[in-house]
């Protein structure tokens, strides 16, 4: 991998400064080795590509959303037991702080994560190309919409059987991308391990938790939405975890914002410009403009275009929107302003948890339905 300098003045003038300027101190770039780039689930491969050539492979995923373990070979019961066994590290009550800070979001936390981190991270080039080879950018937003928001759904629950469902997600996703990384391993040999490193390799990975990390955070915040230190240490915490059933080696995964910064400065250094792809997968998610039912005013429904290219304006600097080609909106702060002013109200946090719930599951049934 070759450093550049195209990501200078994000940590200048853009969200990378808006970021350190919130962790209220200066962040020195991590000291970690670019071979981060080229190494990635070896483990799992060598399961998933003995799976495939016995025709194992679609009846593991099928078990994985119907909930049954019947007839499943040997190595895969070994390899989900393990991953089962809880780490000595692992704090349950931070677990369940970060999963309820998540329901409590609800809309706002959709927002932020949609218009901010999914839209933002499009902004570094070598994160879309494992889409692009896979052949997810031709599928549609609403498809890759419905797929992360499920998976964050499952992996970031309270209820009874909050943990199974995150186990499942985690494997299903890790199958997943050991799968299209061995696509792209044998199917394209004109992937530029050069430029891009390997498919889903371990840096890209941390780099997705910090999406869902430092971006959720900071967006929550910048919206006046209110959450505690002990909050934003159980989103770190659930996501170390998350992170850790994903395969990604403990000892590179962030445990605060920090920590989390630092290996971003690291990162964005080798990252390369928005391109064609970029710009296409930009523009998808911008003209995604799906009603959501529990909206209950038509002319909300009718101008969710405006809500979500509002937000995006907001928390989205300025030199990034123009590198995507976002478009400008009149009267930009007015969503913002109103999001802003509603969290101002002190609600109670166990209504606020369920009535979040409650929201981004409606939210999900909505893109379920729109793919079935």
Known sequence: MKLNNTYVNFWKDGNGRNFIEWA???????????????????EVDVLVKKWMKNDD????????HSGTDENLPQDYLDFKKNLETKPD?????????????????????????????????YNFANLTKPLVATGSLDKGAVTRLHNTL????????????????RINACLSTRLVH???RLMIQEKMPYWDREKYGIAINYADMVATNIAFTVYYLFGLKKLNFKYSQEEEKGIFHLWKYVTYLLGVPLDIIPNNKEEALGFFKFWTQYQNAPDEDSMTLTNSLLNENRPISLLKLDIVKRNMGYIHRSIANYLIDEETRNSLNIPPVRFKNIIPKTIQL???????????????????????????????
């Open 178 to 180: 050991s799968a299209s």
């Open 150 to 165: 499920n998976f964050w759904v499952n992996i970031s629950r309270t209820a009874a059987d909050s943990q199974n469902r």
């Open 24 to 42: 209220g101190k200066d962040v020195p770039t991590s000291q970690n080795n670019s071979n981060l780039f080229y190494q990635y689930d070896e």
């Open 342 to 372: 509603k969290n101002e109200i002190q609600y109670d946090r166990d209504h606020q948890i369920k009535i979040g719930n409650t929201e981004q599951l409606s939210v999900l049934a909505d893109y379920k339905n729109s793919i079935v």
């Open 57 to 64: 492979f679609k009846t593991i995923m099928k078990s994985l």
């Open 89 to 121: 590290w692992l704090d349950e009550q931070l677990i369940k702080v970060g999963s309820e800070l998540s329901e409590r979001s609800g809309l706002i936390g959709l927002l932020v994560l949609r218009n901010f981190a999914l839209l933002g991270g």
